[in-house]
């Protein structure tokens, strides 16, 4: 167990619906990561949040929204779905540890089928 | 963040150590090198990351070339279980994101 919580683990919507994907980082964590993986592809980058603020974004399409509130979860907004953002996606979180390294700690995703 | 290079996919005897490979060519002297794994449809899980030193914990050990040129993570005593895509990274520190490539599959084999 990572530490990072993400729901709903499984969502099924049509298409043109719009749904959001919640994650809770480990404890301490101000660093939230969300990642798209699709069926047979690599892990794609979406887009950082650290403390509130978007730090760096990836292949974000524009349908697609994050923020991260106060206490530190971050939500992140799908809309206008098409089939093709069926994928798992991952959040991710991490903080600094100084000199050892920053590692990243992934959840176990949320599956979204768009039918 | 600099690229890295792994054979696509490799097997593993269980039981056997499983050594696998990775090229960095490009590195920065303030890169680390990250391993994960990915196991069917999972999270990727943290294996080990290590800067200039060889570094062991309880999954695995990393070698790191003196030039840092390359790298080796090495699973002592594979088990079925470790069957996963494993990703070798190199990222600089300071809160930055994870690049994934393609990985390496490996397959333990009974």
């Known amino acids: 167990d990572s530490g990072v919580t993400q729901t709903p683990k499984h969502l099924i919507t049509a298409t043109g619906q719009r749904v959001t994907l919640r994650c809770s980082p480990r404890s301490g964590d101000l660093s939230v990561y969300w990642y798209q993986q699709s069926l047979d592809q690599g892990l794609q980058f979406l887009i950082q949040?650290?403390?509130?603020?978007?730090?760096a974004k990836g292949n974000i399409l524009e349908r697609f929204s994050a923020q991260q509130f106060p206490d530190l979860h971050s939500e992140l907004n799908l809309s206008s779905l098409e089939l093709g953002d069926s994928a798992l996606y991952f959040c991710?979180?991490?903080?600094?540890?100084?000199?050892?390294?920053?590692?990243?700690?992934f959840g176990e995703g949320s599956w979204l089928t768009v039918v | 963040d600099a690229k890295t290079t792994q054979p696509p996919s490799m097997d593993c005897a269980e039981g056997r150590a499983a050594n696998l490979p990775c090229n960095h060519s490009?590195?920065?002297?303030?890169?680390?090198v990250y391993w994960y794994r990915q196991i069917h449809s999972q999270g990727p899980q943290y294996i080990i990351h290590g800067l200039k030193n060889n570094e062991t914990n309880e999954m695995a050990s990393l070698i790191i070339t003196e030039d840092r040129k390359s790298s080796t993570l090495i699973l002592p005593h594979a088990t079925l279980r470790d069957t996963a895509v494993y990703y070798c990274?190199?990222?600089?520190?300071?809160?930055?994101?994870?690049?994934f490539g393609a990985g390496t599959t490996v397959t333990v084999r009974a």
């Open positions: 990274i190199v990222r600089v520190d300071d809160d930055y994101k994870l690049s």
């Open positions: 490009t590195i920065s002297g303030n890169e680390y």
């Open positions: 991710a979180s991490s903080t600094r540890e100084g000199r050892t390294g920053n590692t990243i700690y």
């Open positions: 949040y650290y403390n509130g603020e978007e730090r």
